[in-house]
């Protein structure tokens, strides 16, 4: 696959992503750190791996029950209105979290809730904003770049994030680092405002909600191109991309350290992802992002096989830099096939149903790992991760090679493949 550096950047031409792009860096960053500074908190009072899970699960778990619903509402409403909603009520979330954690007078099940909330809040924020990409991009063949630029600003956002919550948290304290992300979404609240979207135009054709879900996953079904790379992203999610659940457990146990320690695990876990997109953002038109998905699902069972028993810090930081790098790149591959080849009415559907497929699995295998954790030990559940992912490469090799031949190639195959079963 040949890389090109002169079109890296071609989505920034269009202004309202540009604009989209800027603010959201900020607001990122102030959510990374609110990220790390809950799981701080979480276990500097637990010293549980399984609370560690049951953090996760209070986040994202609420998004899987409402996702779907929240995908109809972004299909129906205008994305951009339901955007100024959400990001309004996550601002609102961090300013409740800061404000409990400066009293001084907190417990765990608080924590938890407020965690709740976001997760609702992300239900409908998260169907609405990816879709929203593709409408403020001019030239519709820069939306796998925007969507790989969009992967990068998030994930460098994960590098800066937890290495400023680390320093904020060991000099001032968890609520310093949920009021910066309260005061970061100012940022892509401007931004937005600043937008010159076309009018929203809405159906005219109103269906129930239970007849738009079963559209929405017969469309699917239908569509491999959409179902192979969603199946994929949810095993991943279930069994892999939990490891992060167990980082504070590396950080405080296996190093040794501290917050600080925690944050540098997860910046450069963020520096591998940050190396991902911008991979995936220089990839020319006619590079395969099957191939991708199929090699970096490789990657990331490597990089956790060995980060998971390597007690030498600055060794494994290599290792969570291939970690990082094989993680996002496999995730931003998979959701950007989704997204280029769902038809529009069905885009934000589509969004919803990476979203029930991510925040569904992904907080009951968190909740799994930390079961796990505590039998096993979070070294060697790690390193059972990292065979799994080896092994669901392994498993969809097959399936995304077949779906990346061309028409012409695929009829030479179901040919042959007609030729042996004759004779057999």
Not at 124 to 131: G, I, K, L, Y
Not at 170 to 187: R, W
Not at 245 to 258: H, M, Q, S
Request: aromatic residues 10%; glycine residues 8%.
């Amino acid at each position: 696959m040949a890389i090109t550096n002169v079109q890296t950047f071609r989505a920034f031409q269009s202004r309202n992503y540009a604009l989209f792009f800027g603010g959201q860096s900020i607001s990122q960053i102030g959510t990374w750190m609110q990220r790390t500074a809950v799981s701080w908190v979480v276990y500097s009072i637990t010293h549980s791996a399984f609370m560690l899970g049951l953090t996760v699960f209070a986040q994202q778990f609420p998004s899987f029950i409402l996702s779907l619903y929240g995908g109809i509402i972004s299909d129906r409403y205008s994305k951009y209105k339901i955007l100024l909603i959400t990001q309004t009520a996550s601002m609102i979330q961090a300013i409740l979290l800061a404000i409990l954690t400066l009293s001084g007078h907190y417990v765990v099940w608080q924590i938890l809730g407020l965690s709740i909330l976001l997760g609702i809040i992300n239900a409908f924020d998260v169907p609405a904003r990816q879709p929203m990409i593709h409408e403020m991009i001019d030239n519709k063949e820069d939306l796998p770049n925007a969507l790989a630029l969009n992967s990068a600003m998030v994930n460098l956002a994960r590098l800066l994030g937890p290495a400023l919550s680390g320093i904020v948290l060991q000099k001032f304290g968890a609520g310093i680092c949920f009021l910066s992300n309260a005061i970061s979404f100012m940022a892509v609240l401007t931004s937005l405002l600043m937008m010159k979207l076309p009018a929203f135009t809405p159906s005219s054709v109103k269906k129930k909600a239970l007849l738009e879900i079963q559209e929405g996953f017969q469309y699917m079904k239908q569509t491999r191109e959409i179902s192979i790379p969603l199946l994929l992203l949810m095993l991943a999610s279930m069994f892999v991309l939990p490891y992060d659940t167990l980082i504070p457990i590396f950080a405080n146990v296996v190093f040794k350290g501290d917050a600080a320690t925690f944050g540098y695990i997860s910046s450069f876990m963020g520096l591998g992802a940050i190396a991902g997109t911008f991979f995936l953002a220089s990839l020319n038109k006619g590079d395969s992002l099957k191939t991708v998905i199929m090699f970096t699902g490789i990657l990331l069972g490597i990089g956790l096989c060995f980060f998971s028993h390597i007690s030498y810090f600055p060794l494994a930081m290599v290792f969570a830099v291939l970690v990082g790098f094989g993680a996002m790149s496999q995730n931003t591959a998979c959701i950007t096939i989704i997204q280029v080849h769902s038809a529009q009415h069905m885009r934000g559907r589509m969004m919803s149903y990476i979203a029930f497929a991510y925040f569904g699995t992904l907080p009951l295998g968190s909740l799994l790992i930390g079961t796990v954790s505590q039998q096993i030990g979070a070294q060697n559940t790690l390193l059972v991760q990292g065979i799994i992912s080896l092994i669901i490469a392994a498993i969809f090799f097959p399936m995304l090679r077949r779906e990346s031949l061309t028409e012409d190639e695929k009829t030479q195959m179901e040919e042959v493949e007609a030729t042996v079963a004759d004779k057999i």
